[in-house]
């Protein structure tokens, strides 16, 4: 049997497959199925890759200056102020170091401020009250008569008159024979010390009509400065300023009886025991309500005459100073005046 020669056309690749030679019969009447199984993936075409696009070179870029805000008044003037509040402390404290301090010198330096710290309020407020003499050799001698002489007020003048009758060694003692009538000695009590007494010069009869001023002074002395510890709540610390500020207003008025207390004063007396108080020098502290009773004094003695009710509509009185003031501020300041004379006669109309 002759094998007959297949045409060339048959071998075309578009007819053939990968398979061997040897079977090219049989697999060309083999159904052609879909898949096929893949041994070697190396053979298979590849797609080229995919150029990746060049790393991009990182260029450093120059540093960008910070920005910052331009410097502002307020802080060129607080660094200002505060190297002339140093300037001035040092000023302050080196007038305060002499021997005789130059009380015009301290009072224009004051006039521009006084800086906190070192107790330099305390001292320079003493020197201008005049509770403190220029020279400083005369202060501890100064300062000891002084605080001596308020607790000897405190003493006669806070003092219940019961106590005072007790502790008086004038009394005559009525002495009678316990063995006879079986009964307690007891003391004679004058006319002018019985509770009952209505005469001038009675003890009692000034301590009753001085309880409507020292209820005023203790209704007065609790609304101060609600809004501070150091004045209000119920530590002991609080209470103890409360008593003495009601101590200060309680002594003034007995020894004024011309004057006497009137509402408002504990506002004028508050800022200098808060000074005080709160100075430094643990001496000085201590002693603040002494101190500031004597400065709370000094302060007054310039104005003392608006207190006094009776001198009102005189010429030293309250409503003429309040009449200087307003042409004053008339003068200087007609739109702040306007404002006040409106606002006033609003309020006097509710």
Known sequence: ??????????????????????????????????????TDTSELPTEPPVPEPPPETSREEPPKPEITDPPSYDDENSSNSSAEDISRQAQILTELSRKVVNMRE??????????????????????????????RGLWSSELAKRRSQYKHFKEELLMNPSEVTRMSDDSPSLELNCEDR??????????????????????????????E????????????HPDMNF???DSPFAKSNQDALRNILTVFAKLNPGIRYVQGMNEILAPLFYVFRNDPDDENAAYAEADTFF????????????????????????????TRLSQLLKEHDEELWRHLEVTTKTLGRL
């Open 182 to 211: 079986g009964v307690l000695s007891r003391s004679e009590i004058p006319h002018g010390e019985h509770p009952l007494s209505l005469g001038k010069t009675s003890i009692w009869n000034q301590f009753f009509q001085d309880t």
């Open 295 to 322: 400065c709370f004094v000094e302060l007054l003695s310039g104005f003392r005459d608006h207190f006094c009710q009776q001198l009102d509509n005189s010429v030293v009185g309250i409503r003429s100073t309040i």
């Open 213 to 224: 001023i020292i209820e005023q002074i203790d209704r007065d002395v609790k609304r101060t």
């Open 106 to 135: 301290l009072r224009r330096l004051a006039a521009q401020g006084l800086p906190d710290g070192a107790g330099i309020r305390s001292t320079v407020w003493k020197l201008l009250l005049g509770y403190l003499p220029s020279d």
């Open 1 to 38: 049997m002759v094998k007959k020669r297949v045409p060339e056309w048959l071998n075309n690749s578009l007819w053939s497959s990968t398979t061997p030679a040897d079977n090219d019969r049989l697999l060309r009447y083999a159904p052609k199925t879909t898949t096929t199984t893949i």
């Open 231 to 233: 004045f209000s709540g």
